[in-house]
């Protein structure tokens, strides 16, 4: 996620890159930071800490000493920042308002643009034929039968006829194991093939699997209104709004059951 929030921020000017030096739990050195005394926090600077110890915290810039490029942040850290920690530093919209436009952009696609999913949760129990099927995953097209229990290792051979099995589209949607046709050894684990939504994203590390230049475009159309019309950003919106208006798709599977009507 911090690549596409890096995109939409650079877009609408609002991006400033950091690296920790002489940190601690307030404050840290870049040289590359090279404004007048009081530049960032007179300007609203917030500093989002997207990688080291600090990952996940955004803390309100207090103070920012030109001759020894120091910029100190209020409240602390916890875990305090340590060096070679990345920062970004934004003056207009915060990574809350970042993330929300980013999932607000991503929940717009939800079941037009499909994305591989694996899933190896479901682990056969003796004389059961009946599992839940994770939620994520809007088709399913391939399971495939753990060669040995706990070994995870899925081969060919393994994978089940799609004739002895189907989908009870109930909620949460089951997998049905024709009981005539499936032999159960239990302990194994059954590795599920299908696809479905993007899921949201709330971490730095969270993979996006949408195409990045049109998630981008459509973010910024999310982000708050009241400040893309105060930061003069009108331009920047209603190019994003064209250059998002056509959306991406991807299709199932051709031999791909559904999982939700």
Known sequence: MAV????????????ILAIAANADSVSFTDTTLRKG???YNEHGYRGYCYGGSAIGQEREVSDFVNSGSTITFDPAFSPAIANG???????????????MAINLGIESLAGKYLVDIK?????????????????????????????????DTFEVAGVIDP???????????????????????????LRLEGQGAQPKV????DII?????????????FLPQSKVQSNQLDNTYRQAQVLSAKEPHSYPHPISQSIVE
Do not use: C
């Open 4 to 15: 596409i929030r890096q995109y939409i921020s650079a877009q609408v000017n609002d991006l």
């Open 37 to 39: 005394d009081d530049y």
């Open 85 to 99: 920690d990345t920062f970004e530093l934004h003056h207009i919209f915060t990574e809350g308002e970042y993330r």
């Open 119 to 151: 899933d190896e949760t479901i682990v056969l129990v003796a004389d059961t034929y009946e599992y839940e099927l994770p939620l994520s995953m809007l088709y399913l097209h391939q399971i495939t039968t753990e060669k040995e229990a706990a070994s």
């Open 163 to 189: 004739r002895d099995w189907s989908i009870i589209k109930s909620y949460p949607p089951k997998l049905k194991l024709d009981e005539r046709q499936y032999g159960i050894t239990a302990g194994k684990d």
């Open 202 to 205: 709330d971490d730095d590390t």
């Open 209 to 221: 699997y949408l195409p990045p230049d049109w998630l981008v475009q459509k973010a910024i159309t």
